[in-house]
T-cell receptor, first 112, second 114 residues
Framework: GESVGLHLPTLSVQEGDNSIINCAYSNSASDYFIWYKQESGKGPQFIIDIRSNMDKRQGQRVTVLLNKTVKHLSLQIAATQPGDSAVYFCAENRAGRRALTFGSGTRLQVQP | ETGVTQSPTHLIKTRGQQVTLRCSSQSGHNTVSWYQQALGQGPQFIFQYYREEENGRGNFPPRFSGLQFPNYSSELNVNALELDDSALYLC?????????????FGEGSRLTVL
């Protein structure tokens, strides 16, 4: 079936540490993956995306890793800051679909 | 550049009533998608509008309907409200042909059905 799920509902890290948020997907036809950040009271904000022909993509302080063999992707945030505290969603899509399928989210709490 | 704006931000309705939510897309964007986000869940796709026509629909009943206007703004209408319709309704705009993930979301309309 179609599903995008997350391993942990809440992740607590110390300020300055690196954070890793994981996500599993089940549909092998998925070819496009996105990470969103949603702060309290706001809409989701695009962070980074990756296509299935890549296994790694880097942005500013963030890296997304894709392992198609085990249908898993992760978001790594370097030197986590208090402003990174939010709920993080992975989402997937594939050719011909209009909609993104979102996972249920992981709440990242950054401890000072 | 003006971002995606939604109105109202919060509203309370009772079962059986009807509601209209509004969205102005980001400048230069011609496609609008609507998502429903229940508390503690990820957004769920309702439908998408492009060139004033519905361009894709998720698993939502016909009492969820929409419109897109020539200026690309959009409305989401929900008839015969049910308690389970209580959620945050998100509008997202994009430019057709751009990666689907490059959606720009508004802050949402929080609907409570009593």
């Amino acid at each position: 079936g179609e599903s995008v799920g997350l391993h942990l509902p809440t992740l607590s890290v110390q300020e300055g540490d690196n954070s890793i948020i994981n996500c599993a997907y089940s549909n092998s036809a998925s070819d496009y993956f996105i990470w969103y950040k949603q702060e309290s009271g706001k809409g989701p904000q695009f962070i980074i995306d990756i296509r299935s022909n890549m296994d790694k993509r880097q942005g500013q302080r963030v890296t997304v890793l894709l392992n198609k063999t085990v249908k898993h992707l992760s978001l790594q945030i370097a030197a986590t800051q208090p402003g990174d505290s939010a709920v993080y969603f992975c989402a997937e899509n594939r050719a011909g679909r209009r909609a993104l399928t979102f996972g249920s989210g992981t709440r990242l709490q950054v401890q000072p | 550049e003006t971002g995606v704006t939604q109105s109202p931000t919060h509203l309370i309705k009772t079962r059986g009533q009807q509601v209209t939510l509004r969205c102005s897309s980001q400048s230069g964007h011609n496609t609008v998608s609507w998502y429903q986000q229940a508390l503690g869940q990820g957004p769920q796709f309702i439908f998408q509008y492009y060139r004033e026509e519905e361009n894709g629909r998720g698993n939502f009943p016909p009492r969820f309907s929409g419109l897109q206007f020539p200026n690309y703004s959009s409305e989401l209408n929900v008839n015969a409200l049910e308690l389970d319709d209580s959620a945050l309704y998100l509008c997202a705009s994009s430019q057709s042909g751009v990666n689907t993930g490059e959606l720009f979301f508004g802050e949402g309309s929080r609907l409570t059905v009593l």
